[in-house]
């Protein structure tokens, strides 16, 4: 295999630019894990265990993914685990929605518009990398 097959973007340059601003998407939220981790142990529900432990792992999971998906033979792959990784941290949005007076920095109002937007991160990890129209734009070099 040849180190052109190894890193490429999409074709379509729609496609490409939508891989390239998810893939920053997720490396400046998992750096931000790293750079405000007080913010993300103020969130954590207290259900949850292993708080800054959690929180590491789910900054380096995001920036591992944010650079995952620009490998075609992994982009399929990466973006199930993207996908995981959204619902795995949901409980969170949720916490922050129902418990909106211990977020004051936040509007009630964005705490829901927060929760919708997770749906729209999920659709757009699916398209750009799962979507069977992403999967027919790649060609035969870029998938083995």
């Given at each position: 295999?040849g180190?052109?097959?190894?890193?490429?973007l999409?074709?379509?340059?729609?496609?490409?630019?939508?891989?390239?601003l998810?893939s920053?998407?997720f490396?400046?939220?998992?750096?931000?894990?790293?750079f405000?981790?007080?913010?993300?142990?103020h969130i954590?529900?207290?259900?949850?265990?292993?708080?800054?432990?959690?929180?590491?792992?789910?900054?380096?999971l995001?920036?591992v993914?944010?650079?995952?998906?620009?490998?075609?033979?992994?982009?399929?792959?990466?973006?199930?685990?993207?996908?995981?990784?959204?619902?795995?941290?949901?409980?969170?949005?949720?916490?922050?929605?129902v418990?909106?007076?211990?977020f004051?920095e936040?509007?009630?109002?964005?705490?829901?518009?927060?929760?919708?937007?997770?749906?729209?991160?999920?659709?757009?990890?699916?398209?750009?990398?799962?979507?069977?129209?992403e999967?027919?734009?790649?060609?035969?070099?870029?998938?083995?």
């Amino acid at each position: 295999m040849g180190m052109e097959h190894s890193f490429a973007l999409p074709k379509s340059r729609k496609r490409a630019l939508s891989l390239v601003l998810l893939s920053l998407f997720f490396i400046g939220i998992g750096l931000s894990h790293f750079f405000d981790t007080d913010f993300y142990l103020h969130i954590m529900p207290p259900f949850m265990p292993f708080h800054l432990g959690l929180v590491y792992v789910s900054g380096v999971l995001e920036i591992v993914g944010g650079i995952g998906i620009y490998f075609p033979r992994l982009r399929r792959w990466v973006g199930a685990c993207l996908m995981l990784l959204l619902v795995a941290v949901y409980p969170v949005n949720i916490y922050m929605a129902v418990y909106p007076a211990l977020f004051p920095e936040f509007s009630p109002t964005f705490l829901y518009i927060r929760l919708a937007l997770q749906f729209v991160f999920l659709f757009w990890v699916y398209k750009t990398t799962l979507a069977p129209e992403e999967l027919a734009n790649l060609s035969s070099a870029e998938m083995t």
